[in-house]
């Protein structure tokens, strides 16, 4: 009894984890019912998908580890002054960086230090507000890399699009969303009076916190706290500042295998080298620098692409609902898409729709718009959340209703352009 007890207990943690998972292994085993294993199951997966999605993770795991984004962030922090100038800062912050290092890393590593630098304003509002622009920007900036996030690189390598081809296609939804974000910030982004008057009598207290030229208090928060921010969200505390004594530098020399590693993978992204030489390399380096970027690969994420590529194969062989499934998403991929993301969440939608239909530049519009919307549209968008969860839990309800109004906002606009185009 005791036994039975602890597996169910240990099933329904995998399931609370990691439920799109947990339901892409029930829908693949369903499948195979339906289609039992052959031969055939040997192509269904996207080896290269999952070798660059293994090869880019690992990337940046050691570089995280090493706090290269950490010192980033602690620069960019130490220069700005006012609340709006820090939520414009981190948000652009989350934009940028999001198209290279994707959108999981970008939130995982900045939405932590954000909320620190945040805490002395006394304001959870402009937290919820700050945070929440910075989770949109982050979803946002990644469609425009085949590399910003895992539907763009499974899109890409499946669709065999140039990578020029990618770039004018997203580049407009891109660019509409920088003005968005900047605009939003620029009218919204200010803080209540109460809170002004706080940050100035901690000033006067001799509080290391500042008042920019608009009254508004200075975050005297740096980002040197990287690895403690990580840690302590891994074990749900919160998050404690640290100092720039002890937060020092990575070397060149530890950060040159794999800034050189990641250079390697764009090139393997365009297609110019061999996914596999990649892979190979990337297990070496790790080995070689940072054994324990290996722990830090999320290989949920590349268990649920191979779940869904199981079934959506399978599917694809049962006639009657491979056609129909077809017949459905023809000449609506780009709407479809959309919902289906804010339902299966878009990695999944995107997999899923990319078996039915050839129109993948459709996909690949309507999967990254398909982010915004609901908090499961992108897996990414929870991270925040459970990062506004631990420092701030009475902010919770707060946070869920700014984060849904402005992701429908956000996506009711971009759908609109999305419209626009598709007639031109």
Not at 3 to 27: G, H, S, T, W
Not at 123 to 145: D, E, K, Q, W, Y
Not at 212 to 236: I, L, Q, R, V, W
Not at 407 to 414: D, H, K, P, Q
Request: with cysteine; glycine share 4%; net charge neutral.
């Amino acid at each position: 009894m005791d036994a039975f007890m602890r597996f169910a207990l240990n099933v329904r943690e995998i399931v609370r984890k990691d439920p799109v998972l947990v339901v892409a292994i029930v829908l693949a085993i369903i499948s195979c019912a339906a289609v039992p294993p052959d031969a055939a199951y040997a192509e269904y997966v996207d080896l290269r998908t999952i070798g660059m999605l293994f090869s880019l993770m690992t990337i940046m795991a050691g570089l995280s580890r090493l706090g290269v984004f950490r010192i980033a962030c602690r620069h960019l922090l130490s220069a700005v002054r006012g609340p709006r100038r820090l939520a414009l800062a981190l948000t652009l912050l989350a934009f940028f960086s999001s198209m290279l290092i994707t959108n999981d890393v970008a939130l995982v590593t900045f939405v932590p230090f954000a909320l620190l630098a945040l805490r002395t304003l006394d304001s959870p509002r402009h937290a919820c507000f700050t945070v929440v622009m910075m989770t949109i920007a982050a979803n946002l900036g990644s469609m425009l890399t085949p590399i910003g996030n895992p539907q763009n690189l499974y899109l890409y390598s499946t669709s065999h699009m140039a990578l020029t081809d990618f770039l004018l296609l997203m580049l407009p939804y891109a660019a509409a969303a920088l003005v968005l974000l900047v605009g939003a910030i620029a009218f919204f982004g200010r803080i209540p009076e109460h809170a002004k008057e706080k940050a100035a009598r901690s000033v006067d207290a001799g509080n290391p916190a500042s008042s920019s030229e608009d009254g508004s208090a200075d975050s005297p928060a740096t980002c040197g706290e990287a690895d403690n921010a990580a840690s302590a969200a891994d074990a749900n505390e919160t998050p404690q500042l640290a100092s720039d004594a002890d937060d020092p530098a990575p070397s060149p020399l530890r950060v040159l295998p794999w800034a050189a590693l990641f250079v390697l993978a764009l090139l393997s992204v365009a297609h110019i080298l061999p996914y596999q030489a990649i892979v190979a390399v990337t297990i070496v380096v790790a080995l070689v620098a940072d054994r324990r970027a290996l722990l830090h690969v999320d290989y949920a994420l590349l268990f649920t692409f191979i779940a869904f590529f199981v079934f959506v194969g399978n599917v694809g062989r049962i006639e009657v609902v491979s056609a129909a499934l077809a017949q459905l998403i023809d000449g609506h991929e780009l709407a479809v898409s959309v919902i289906a993301s804010q339902v299966l969440s878009n990695v999944p939608a995107a997999i899923l729709l990319s078996g039915f239909t050839s129109n993948f530049a459709a996909l690949i519009v309507g999967t990254n718009l398909g982010g915004l919307g609901t908090l499961i549209a992108s897996m990414a968008s929870l991270i925040s959340y459970k990062q506004v969860a631990l420092v701030l839990p009475r902010e919770k309800g707060r946070y869920f209703m700014l984060f849904t109004v402005w992701n429908i906002a956000f996506l009711a606009v971009l759908a609109v352009l999305a419209a626009v185009l598709e007639v031109l």
